[in-house]
């Protein structure tokens, strides 16, 4: 099966910055779109931002665009997060994802699940 694994989360000041990393093993990576999900406590996960498989195409929510860039390494199975600026409200724990075809903001596309890790921004 598809295994997905996150890091680089961490504890940082506000305005400060992160990279998160998702490796990806198990099956072909080259071929699959990629997201960024979070969620903080007591809500609903959110879509962050999303990576076609050429990456040349990208999508992200209004809160993080110009602050976070979605980018990946096919030849290392691995995506990116750069998160800069970080804001107390983008503390939650961050998920990548994968799914066949075309990127979408839909939760419920996204096949493979990664286990999260956490990001917390002090104020």
């Known amino acids: 099966q598809v295994q997905l694994v996150e890091s680089g989360g961490g504890l940082v000041q506000a305005g400060g910055s992160l990279r998160l990393s998702c490796a990806a093993s198990?099956?072909?990576?080259?071929?699959?779109?990629m997201g960024w999900f979070r969620q903080a406590p007591g809500k609903e996960r959110e879509f962050v931002s999303a990576?076609?498989?050429?990456?040349?195409?990208?999508i992200c929510t209004d809160s993080v665009k110009g602050r976070f860039t979605i980018s990946r390494d096919n030849a290392k199975n691995t995506v990116y997060l750069q998160m800069n600026s970080l804001k107390p409200e983008d503390t939650a724990v961050y998920y990548c994802?994968?799914?066949?075809?075309?990127?979408?903001?839909?939760?419920?596309?996204?096949?493979?699940w990664g286990q999260g890790t956490q990001v917390t921004v002090s104020s």
């Open positions: 990576i076609d498989w050429s990456g040349g195409n990208t």
């Open positions: 198990g099956r072909t990576f080259t071929k699959d779109a």
């Open positions: 994802a994968t799914k066949s075809g075309y990127i979408t903001t839909v939760t419920t596309r996204y096949m493979y």
